[in-house]
């Protein structure tokens, strides 16, 4: 089955995927963003790249402590 190192290299793809439609979406659009829940400015995508790489990393990393059984 499923091991939590399996499930966090997952989700840290998932995160990575999101973090690349952050970047992409500061080249695609002009901020701001208005979507009918929020307000995306070009400091909200920043700050969500950069919380995004972080947590990537941190899942990546968490995964690499654990046993490859």
Request: glycine fraction near 2%; avoid cysteine.
């Amino acid at each position: 089955m499923f091991t939590l190192r399996n499930i966090l290299i997952f989700l840290a793809g998932a995160q990575f995927f999101h973090t690349l439609y952050h970047i992409f979406l500061a080249y695609i659009n002009s901020f701001p963003l208005n979507l009918k829940v929020i307000v995306i400015t070009s400091t909200f995508n920043t700050a969500a790249i950069v919380i995004n790489s972080v947590t990537t990393v941190a899942l990546l990393w968490w995964a690499s402590r654990l046993s490859k059984k």
